[in-house]
Structure formats: structure tokens, C-alpha cells
């Protein structure tokens, strides 16, 4: 008859008046014990398979390097700036050297916020879109209409020639204060979704600059601005 020890789950004792019964504990090789081995993980918790390319979650990682450069047109001809030629404040450089549009100094001088700083942007863009053509854009229209072209008469721009256009007056902020340079005046205008880089970096008393400080702050007028941009992105994409 067998005993009661034979009948024991591994690791069981039992006692009784006939004595104690124990069954031996039940041993594991160390490939049962562990199952199928696992990458080694490292110090930042993530192991060899969490690290490999097409493990999931890598398809929203951007790759280093692959940064999206924003490109805005200039607020008085066509000429664009992006990476390669500085930017928004590149930009703001080129109005004033050869528009004689000194956005920094209307800004500052009228202490123009976020929200004004949209309506300037489009008061100067529809001042230009009402200005006739210039001799330059007439005489490039000319010569890609044409089989042949002849050299032309006129001298290179400079920064101490006058601009092709007079720039807008600035005379007062109420010359831009109208809802309705809300309303973009150039179709998908980068510079309206790019406003706070407008502010000028060496100076910290810029009304943008202040701006974008609180706003990353979160209070009130962090949010005013955030309200603002988001009637602008409405209002272009609509």
C-alpha cells in the first residue's frame, strides 16, 4: 500500500499521530525556472527588443535632425526666407534694409501684443497688395513671355536705393486696429503662425517676447494669445 508521503504534492509535510510525512520540494533547472531568455534590459529600464527600430511606439519618433523649417514670405515682395537666410527675423531685417519697414520699431514703439501684432502684419500686406507692380517684376514678366530677351538698362538694387514701394503709414495704431486685418491677407501665411518669432532675441523688454514668457507661464495673457491664434488658424484654414 502506498504511503502517505507518496501521495504529497512536492513541498508538502504533514503531521500526524503516526508520525510526520514530507514530500521532497520540487526542483527547477534554471531554463524552466526563467522561461524564454529576455534581452538584458539596461540602466534606463528598456531592453534590447524595446530598443530596436520597429518595436512599436518608434513609428512617433521623429528622427534627429529632421526638423521642420518654416518658411515666410516677405511682407513687401515675394522674396522668401527660411533656414538659409534667417529666418522670420531674417525677414524683419530685409523690410527694413530695403522696404524701409522697421517692424521692430512700430512694435515696440506702440507696444504692439500678439494680437495687434496679427492685424500689423496684414495692414502691411494689404498696403503692398494694392501697389501696382514694380519696373523689376514688370520687366521679369516681360522676358519669361518672350523667346528672346535683351540685356536690361536698370541698376541693381542697394540698401541706400529708395524702396520700390513707399511702406504704410505707422502714424498710429489705429491705422491697424480694424478686425479686419484679422483676416489674412496672404493664403496659409507662415508668418501668422510664427508671430512670437518676430520678437526681437536681444531685447527682453519686447512686447512679444514678454508675451511668450507668460504664456508659457499659462495666465491671462498667455491665454489671450492663445485665444488669438487660434481665430487666425480658423480664419485661414476657413
Known amino acids: 500500500m502506498p504511503s502517505l508521503q507518496e501521495h504529497l504534492p512536492a513541498g508538502w509535510r504533514v503531521q500526524n499521530s503516526s508520525g510526520t510525512f514530507s514530500a521532497p520540494a520540487q526542483s527547477y533547472s534554471d531554463e524552466e525556472d526563467e522561461g524564454p531568455a529576455r534581452p538584458r534590459r539596461g540602466d534606463d529600464g528598456l531592453d534590447e527588443e524595446d530598443l530596436r527600430p520597429d518595436s512599436p511606439g518608434w513609428e512617433d519618433v521623429e528622427p534627429e535632425g529632421d526638423v521642420e523649417v518654416v518658411e515666410v514670405i516677405c511682407l513687401g515682395c515675394e522674396e522668401v526666407f527660411g533656414g538659409g537666410n534667417g529666418g522670420v527675423r531674417g525677414m524683419v531685417g530685409h523690410c527694413l534694409r530695403v522696404h524701409g519697414v522697421d517692424l521692430d520699431g512700430v512694435r515696440k514703439g506702440n507696444a504692439v501684443d500678439f494680437l495687434a501684432t496679427i492685424r500689423l502684419v ?7 497688395a494694392q501697389q501696382p507692380p514694380t519696373q523689376q517684376t514688370q520687366q521679369s514678366t516681360t522676358s519669361t513671355s518672350t523667346t528672346t530677351s535683351t540685356p536690361s538698362t536698370s541698376t541693381p538694387s542697394s540698401s541706400s536705393s529708395p524702396p520700390p514701394h513707399p511702406p504704410p503709414s505707422f502714424s498710429t495704431p489705429t491705422l491697424w486696429a480694424a478686425d479686419t486685418f484679422l483676416q489674412p491677407v496672404l493664403e496659409n501665411d507662415a508668418l501668422l503662425y510664427s508671430i512670437t518669432d518676430l520678437a526681437d532675441p536681444d531685447d527682453p523688454s519686447d512686447p512679444l517676447a514678454e508675451t511668450e514668457d507668460v504664456e508659457a507661464e ?20 476657413g
Open 122 to 128: 496684414n495692414y502691411i500686406r494689404h498696403h503692398y
Open 218 to 237: 499659462g495666465n491671462g495673457v498667455g491665454r489671450e494669445a492663445a485665444r488669438a491664434e487660434r481665430v487666425v488658424v480658423g480664419r485661414a484654414l
